[in-house]
C-alpha cells in the first residue's frame, strides 16, 4: 500500500472510531514519517509503530522520531519496538544480528532517558553514547513503549521494560 493510501485508511479509521492505528515498516516505507502525515490528517486517533526495529534504527534517532510524531498527534504516539530478525537485519540491511534482547533492553533505556531528559550519556554492553542532546523539548516526557515479541527470552523482558507486547506473528 503505498504511503498515502495508508493515510487515509488511518483517517478512515478514525472516522469510524477505531481507537488506535498502527504502521508496520519492512518494506513499507518509513513509518515515522507515515505516522506524521496521519498525525496532521487525524485528530484523535492514537498512532503506533508495529514495530520499529532497534537494529535498522539507533535508539537516539527512535527517540527523535517518537518524539517528532507525539508533537504532530499532540501526544497520541506509542512506540512499538522490536529486535526484528536475523533475516532481515542481515542480509537484507547488511548488519549483524546479535544480542537482541540486550540491545531492545538498552535501546528502551536510551529512549526513556532522551524523552525525560533530553539528554543521555549511556554505556552499556551494546551501546555507548557519550553524549547526546535532543534539540527540542518533547510534548511528553514519557511516550507508552511496547515491545514485539515471540521467543520466551523476550516475552520474559517485556513486563520488566514496557507498558506491554505486540505477539507478532503468534
Not at 526495529?53 to 527517540?63: D, E, K, W
Not at 536510551?110 to 523539548?137: C, K, M, P, Q
Request: net charge negative.
Amino acid at each position: 500500500m503505498a504511503p498515502k493510501d495508508v493515510v487515509e485508511c488511518v483517517r478512515l479509521a478514525e472516522e469510524l472510531g477505531y481507537e488506535s492505528a498502527w504502521v508496520a515498516e519492512g518494506h513499507g516505507g518509513d513509518q515515522f514519517s507515515i505516522l506524521t502525515a496521519c498525525a496532521v490528517a487525524t485528530n484523535r486517533i492514537l498512532l503506533g509503530t508495529s514495530i520499529t526495529s532497534v537494529f535498522v534504527r539507533s535508539a537516539p534517532t527512535i527517540a527523535m522520531a517518537a518524539a517528532c510524531v507525539d508533537h504532530f498527534s499532540d501526544g497520541r504516539c506509542i512506540l512499538g519496538l522490536g529486535s526484528s530478525h536475523r533475516v532481515q537485519v542481515g542480509p537484507e540491511h547488511g548488519l549483524e544480528f546479535s544480542q537482541p534482547v540486550q540491545r531492545l533492553r538498552e535501546c528502551v533505556d536510551i529512549v526513556r532517558a532522551l524523552l525525560r531528559d533530553s539528554t543521555v550519556s549511556y554505556e552499556g554492553s551494546v551501546f555507548n553514547i557519550e553524549r547526546f542532546d535532543l534539540w527540542f523539548e518533547p510534548l511528553r516526557n514519557e511516550i507508552p513503549i511496547y515491545v514485539a515479541a515471540v521467543r520466551p527470552r523476550m516475552l520474559q523482558i517485556c513486563g520488566e521494560i514496557s507498558q506491554g507486547t505486540i505477539l507478532t506473528y503468534c
